[in-house]
């Protein structure tokens, strides 16, 4: 059974950052999956978010090469080329999950918002949900209901619908629950908004996504082996993070030893402001190891700096004995 693994999780806004989110280029998935490949040990699970299927963003300066090609395509094989390259012969299995689409009509998509999930081969994924992605959106004129996405291009709302990604790993007969997510930015509606001198993480719209989130874990995980990870739009300490730390362990606030120092270790940019939004959980059953590769935003020797308005984390953990839900 395998039981130690590293994973990374990575906003990579579309591919599109080299245009300041205009369009999704070639240059940026190439540098993105140049940088995955050259990972030492190798990354076993990789969850992204903000990754496109295929439409007029994604591709109007990257022309695909097939008809049916998606983001998800086109950085698998930029990705196994890289690793040809090295003379290294691992292999990953994408999955995505949709989440919205913009368009003007059934044949012509604007853009399109989801999540991905890269799996490194020999594990097997004993189901995922990307054929319904649960939706976690808080619409204020429409209560939320606990069902799955409306499939893309259907949805009659404005609001961008926000989801979770949910793939089950086999560990030779025990089982890895993962869970990618991206949470909306705090709604500007709020008039609170505009009271605090802090906001990401403190909408009301985000702590419904957030109990929605946290209901659709604790139904769907098998045991206490488990992990959340993705884009909280959530600062550490504010109530979003919070209602996750009540209850799962944030492997980086141990390591920097505090919430003042993880607000002070940036995962995301704009402009001149710095914030730590992205976070990776564990349930009791996960035992992390090192987190080496995770660094601030604007760290020099990253090899993801300049690819993203985000940067990565990364973990290397192993799984505890047996331990179910009572």
């Not at 995955?36 to 990354?43: G, N, W, Y």
């Not at 139904?219 to 919070?242: H, Q, T």
């Not at 935003?297 to 331990?323: K, N, Q």
């Amino acid at each position: 059974m395998q039981t130690q693994l590293r994973i990374m999780t990575y906003n990579v806004r579309y591919f599109g950052h080299a245009t300041r989110g205009v369009a999704s280029t070639a240059a940026s998935l190439r540098g993105i999956a140049r940088a995955i490949a050259r990972q030492d040990p190798a990354l076993d699970l990789i969850l992204l978010q903000e990754v496109e299927t295929a439409s007029l963003r994604s591709t109007v300066l990257h022309a695909r090469q097939r008809p049916e090609d998606t983001q998800i395509d086109r950085l698998l094989a930029a990705l196994h080329q890289d690793l040809r390259g090295l003379g290294r012969h691992d292999r990953y299995e994408g999955y995505y999950f949709p989440a919205h689409n913009y368009s003007l009509g059934p044949a012509v998509s604007l853009y399109t918002t989801g999540l991905a999930i890269l799996v490194r081969h020999p594990l097997r994924v004993l189901h995922h949900n990307g054929a319904e992605p649960h939706d976690i959106t808080h619409r204020a004129l429409r209560p939320n209901r606990a069902h799955a996405a409306p499939p893309a291009g259907k949805k009659p709302w404005l609001k961008q619908t926000r989801i979770c990604a949910h793939l089950a790993i086999d560990l030779g007969g025990e089982v890895l629950d993962i869970f990618n997510t991206h949470l909306s930015l705090p709604s500007f509606l709020d008039p609170d908004f505009w009271r605090r001198p802090e906001r990401m993480g403190h909408g009301l719209n985000q702590l419904e996504e957030a109990k929605n989130l946290r209901e659709f874990i604790d139904a769907k995980r098998s045991s206490e082996r488990f992990l959340v990870a993705g884009d909280f739009n959530a600062l550490p300490g504010s109530p979003v993070y919070e209602a996750f730390r009540g209850a799962l362990h944030d492997p980086l606030l141990a390591q920097v030893g505090g919430v003042p120092a993880l607000k002070a270790f940036a995962t995301a940019g704009f402009l001149q402001l710095r914030m730590h939004l992205d976070h990776l959980f564990s349930g009791p059953g996960v035992r992390w190891l090192d987190l080496r590769g995770s660094v601030p935003f604007d760290d020099p020797a990253s090899p993801f700096r300049g690819l993203s308005d985000h940067s990565p984390l990364l973990g290397h953990f192993s799984i505890e004995p047996r331990c179910t839900i009572p």
